[in-house]
């Protein structure tokens, strides 16, 4: 599924970030649930942008069940990635967009990190580092073959009491030198 402009702008909420980036771990959780993640969004606030999610095409109801009386729904996220074989996006603006969104996800999830108390970066394998590589086309498919290899294994893991959830980010571009007028 390619996310329309109007669904990346949709995403480009802090609140709808966070509720997005709650479901990521193929958890599928009602309102209520979301709340007890976000307890810092008012539930008015939480169904308005739990709304407008769905309506974007981010978010699905997952199932339905009767509450006394009402209906309680369980949201999915949507594939937010791109098919295999997907036309590639020409539109630089659209691949900015999506840039300024990982790199917006990752400083909001750094700044809850350091809020949350005193940080404990070896504990809790906290690190960034930018890493030259000079590789040939075909060495650096050998590179993403191996991470996908080694990474595989741990992505579909489920939830238990003993895992605690960790983002791993990547970035991965050529280098460009900027020349003096830029």
Do not use: C, W
Not at 28 to 39: F, H, I, N, Q, Y
Not at 63 to 79: D, F, I, K, Q
Not at 92 to 106: E, S
């Amino acid at each position: 599924m390619v996310m329309s402009t109007s669904a990346v702008d949709v995403l480009l909420h802090p609140i709808r970030l966070r509720i997005v980036r709650s479901l990521v771990p193929s958890r599928d959780l009602t309102v209520a649930e979301l709340a007890s993640e976000l307890p810092d969004v008012p539930p008015a606030t939480l169904y308005r942008h739990v709304k407008k999610l769905v309506q974007a095409g981010l978010i699905a109801t997952a199932s339905e069940r009767a509450v006394r009386g009402a209906t309680e729904r369980r949201y999915r996220l949507v594939a937010l990635l791109r098919e295999p074989n997907a036309e590639p996006l020409r539109i630089h603006d659209d691949h900015l967009r999506y840039f300024i969104t990982f790199v917006a996800t990752l400083i909001d999830d750094f700044a809850a990190y350091l809020a949350a108390g005193e940080p404990d970066y070896e504990r809790d394998g906290v690190g960034y580092r930018q890493l030259p590589l000079l590789l040939s086309d075909a060495e650096f498919r050998r590179v993403t073959k191996a991470l996908d290899g080694a990474i595989g294994p741990f992505v579909s893991l489920p939830p238990s009491p003993k895992r605690k959830l960790r983002y791993l980010n990547t970035i991965v571009m050529p280098a460009h030198t900027r020349s003096a007028s830029s």
